[in-house]
C-alpha cells in the first residue's frame, strides 16, 4: 500500500510538473505576441527609415533577407540548418530539431552605411531596421512551434532629377519621394514522424503599406504642376512549407537536405493613384483619381539547400532559391489620349535566382574554455534581378559576410548568444545607379533551461 501511495505521488509530481512546464510555454508565448505586436506598430510607423535606395521605388521594394543572427554571418544559409538551440525559419522542418528543455527568443537589428554612384555623382546615406523578432520551443516529442515577426520588403527614397526640354531654356525637375514596407507576423510548426524525415509549415499574415509620390515641376511659369500620388495597403496571408532530410554519414558527421515551397497567390490588394495638375499661375488645381483591382501577387518561390555538420564543429552549406516573378504583372500607369489608367505590366518582373554559401566553425561548444565556445562565420552571396528597369535587367546583387556568434556566460546562463556580423552589399547593372552598402547586423538570441523535469530516484 505504501509502495502504491509512493509511486502516485511520482506521478502526480511528473504530471504536475509537466503542467507548469506547458503554462509556462504559453506564458512565455503570450508575452512575446504582446511584445511583437507592440514592436510591429513601431515599425509600420517608422519604416520610411529602414533604407534609403532609390532601387526601392520598384515593384514590392527592397525584398528582405529573412535569415536570424545565426545564419546572418553565413550569408543567410539555412534550408538545410537543423539547430537544437535556434530559431531558423528559412525552413519550418527545422523547427522539430529544437530542444526539449529551451524556450528560445531572438531579436535582431541592423544598420547601414549606403554609397551611391552614378554619372559621376556620389552620395552617402545611412539608415537602420528592425530585422526580426522569433521565439520557439517544443510543443511535443519531435514538434516544435516557432511565432514571430519577419519583414518582407522595405520603401524609402527621396531624390530628385532636373532635365532640360531640347532646343529651349526650360528647364524640369521630377521629384520622387516614397516610404512603406510589408511585414509578416507568423506561426510556424515543424514535424519529425520518421527519423531523419521532418515537414513544417510557416503560416503568415501579411501585412504593409507603400506611399509613393513624383511630382513635376517646370521652370516655366506658364506651365502646370503635376503631381502623382501612389497607395497601397496589403493585408493577406502567406504560407511556406518546409522538408529535410537528414543523414548520418559517420558517427561525427551528418549531412541535410532541405526543400522549400512558398505558396504564391494573388494578394487582393488595390492601385490607386491621385493625379493633381495646378495652375502655377492661378493655383487651381484639377485632380483625377485611377484604380486598379486585384494589382498585386506573390509568386510561387523555391529553395533547396545542403548542410553538412562535422562533429558540431564545422557547418558548411549551400542554398539555391528560385522566385518565379516572370509569372507576376506590376500595374503600370499609362496614358493613351485623354485616358489615363492602370495596366497590368507583364514584362516588368523576371525570375530572381539566389545562390549563397556558408561556413560556421566552433570548436566546442559545450567547453568550459570561452574562446573556445565562439563561433566563427562567414559567407557569399550572389543574386540576379527581379526587376527590368527601362527594359533592362536590374541591378544584380553581390553580397559578403564574416560574423560572430560570441556565448553570454555568467551565473544563471551559458547557453545565450549575442550575434554579429558585417556584410557588404554591392548592386549595380548596366547603366544604373551602382549601390555599395555596408551594414552591421546585431542578433541577440536567449535560451535558457527553463523547462528542466525533476526526477525522484
Not at 512549407?241 to 522549400?260: E, H, I, M, N, Y
Not at 540576379?384 to 556566460?409: C, F
Amino acid at each position: 500500500m505504501r509502495r502504491f501511495r509512493f509511486f502516485s505521488i511520482i506521478l502526480q509530481a511528473e504530471f504536475e510538473d509537466k503542467t507548469i512546464s506547458y503554462m509556462k510555454k504559453l506564458i512565455c508565448a503570450a508575452i512575446f505576441a504582446v511584445t511583437a505586436a507592440s514592436l510591429s506598430a513601431q515599425v509600420q510607423n517608422n519604416n520610411q527609415y529602414t533604407t534609403i535606395s532609390p532601387y526601392s521605388q520598384f515593384g514590392m521594394g527592397l525584398l528582405r533577407d529573412q535569415s536570424q543572427g545565426f545564419n546572418k554571418g553565413m550569408n543567410g544559409v539555412g534550408i538545410g540548418a537543423r539547430e537544437h538551440n535556434m530559431v531558423n525559419t528559412l525552413n519550418p522542418a527545422s523547427y522539430s530539431s529544437m530542444d526539449s528543455l529551451t524556450f528560445v527568443f531572438d531579436v535582431g537589428a541592423s544598420g547601414q552605411l549606403s554609397h551611391f554612384q552614378e554619372n559621376g555623382k556620389k552620395l552617402n546615406a545611412k539608415s537602420a531596421a528592425f530585422d526580426y523578432m522569433v521565439a520557439g520551443f517544443r510543443a511535443f516529442k519531435h514538434v516544435g512551434v516557432s511565432v514571430g515577426i519577419l519583414p518582407y520588403s522595405n520603401m524609402g527614397y527621396n531624390y530628385s532629377a532636373k532635365e532640360n526640354i531640347s532646343s529651349t531654356d526650360i528647364t524640369y525637375t521630377n521629384t520622387y519621394f516614397g516610404t512603406g514596407g510589408l511585414h509578416q507576423a507568423f506561426l510556424g510548426f515543424g514535424w519529425e514522424p520518421i527519423k531523419g524525415v521532418s515537414f513544417g509549415v510557416n503560416g503568415a499574415y501579411l501585412w504593409g503599406k507603400q506611399d509613393k509620390t513624383v511630382t513635376n515641376i517646370y521652370s516655366d511659369a506658364a506651365a502646370n504642376m503635376l503631381s502623382k500620388f501612389y497607395k497601397t495597403s496589403i493585408s493577406n496571408y502567406t504560407l511556406d512549407f518546409g522538408l529535410q532530410f537528414s543523414a548520418k554519414l559517420s558517427k561525427k558527421d551528418q549531412l541535410t537536405l532541405g526543400l522549400t515551397y512558398g505558396f504564391g497567390h494573388n494578394l487582393k490588394a488595390d492601385m490607386e493613384s491621385l493625379i493633381v495638375s495646378t495652375n502655377a499661375q492661378t493655383g487651381v488645381s484639377d485632380t483625377a483619381t485611377v484604380k486598379m483591382n486585384d494589382a498585386f501577387k506573390l509568386p510561387h518561390t523555391f529553395g533547396a539547400g545542403l548542410m553538412w555538420n562535422h562533429n558540431n564543429s564545422w557547418r558548411i552549406g549551400v542554398d539555391f532559391t528560385l522566385q518565379k516573378w516572370a509569372d507576376v504583372g506590376y500595374p503600370e500607369l499609362v496614358t493613351s489620349g485623354n485616358q489615363t489608367a492602370f495596366v497590368l505590366n507583364n514584362a516588368y518582373y523576371q525570375d530572381r535566382k539566389k545562390l549563397n554559401l556558408g561556413m560556421d566553425y566552433c570548436v566546442d561548444e559545450n567547453s568550459t574554455k570561452y574562446l573556445k565556445r565562439v563561433h566563427y562565420r562567414m559567407g557569399v552571396s550572389y543574386a540576379t534581378p527581379y526587376l527590368n528597369i527601362n527594359g533592362k535587367d536590374g541591378p544584380k546583387e553581390i553580397s559578403v559576410t564574416a560574423g560572430l556568434g560570441i556565448p553570454i556566460i555568467n551565473v544563471w546562463n551559458n547557453r545565450s548568444i549575442l550575434n554579429i556580423s558585417a556584410q557588404w552589399v554591392h548592386n549595380a547593372g548596366e547603366g544604373l545607379l551602382t549601390e555599395n552598402v555596408f551594414r552591421i547586423n546585431l542578433g541577440l538570441t536567449f535560451n535558457e533551461r527553463w523547462f528542466m523535469k525533476w526526477k525522484v530516484n
